[in-house]
């Protein structure tokens, strides 16, 4: 750590100078999952307002950000994270609700049980869904980027493209 005033090597976690004597500043290190300040993206936005809109509408939000953004990784992220996770619980729901629904309704006595198990896992990934929505949009709101795991890997390398 050097000091500001005199330009002094001294030990990490020094609270004063060894040679001026001036109080060292806590060097600020960026901690993961922060996003760095990029300031606007290229939708004119913020960096934090982009990325929060990225899930507003769900994955299409997402899609119109990969479109649209041409600078910002952190928007990037989180549009591509968007489309990932959401996509997937979206198709999850959709199988489970309406066709396995579906199976149940039309073989009835045979499958109750499947339209039973398909109603409460479908009703599960709604909530998840719902919950996921409102978790992601605080932190791409307030600068995190916050991974959900498997999508959030993926949504970053995607992004450094």
Same mark, same amino acid.
């Given at each position: 750590? &050097? *000091? $500001?005033? +005199? @330009? =002094? #090597?001294?030990?990490?976690? /020094?609270? &004063? *100078? $060894?040679? +001026? @004597? =001036? #109080?060292?500043?806590?060097? /600020? ?133």
């Amino acid at each position: 750590m &050097f *000091c $500001s005033r +005199c @330009g =002094a #090597e001294n030990p990490e976690g /020094a609270k &004063f *100078c $060894s040679k +001026c @004597g =001036a #109080e060292l500043g806590v060097t /600020a290190t960026p901690s993961e999952g922060v996003a760095k300040p990029e300031g606007e993206s290229s939708t004119g936005l913020s960096a934090n307002a982009a990325g929060l809109l990225c899930y507003l509408g769900v994955w299409i939000t997402g899609i119109v950000f990969v479109v649209l953004e041409k600078k910002s990784t952190f928007v990037k992220f989180h549009a591509w994270q968007s489309i990932m996770t959401f996509g997937v619980l979206t198709v999850a729901h959709l199988i489970l609700s309406t066709i396995l629904g579906a199976i149940a309704a039309v073989t009835l006595p045979f499958s109750a049980g499947l339209g039973i198990f398909a109603l409460v896992i479908g009703q599960i990934i709604g909530i998840l869904m719902f919950v996921l929505w409102i978790i992601l949009m605080v932190q791409a709101g307030s600068g995190k980027m916050w991974k959900v795991p498997g999508a959030g890997d993926w949504a970053e390398k995607q992004a450094s493209k």
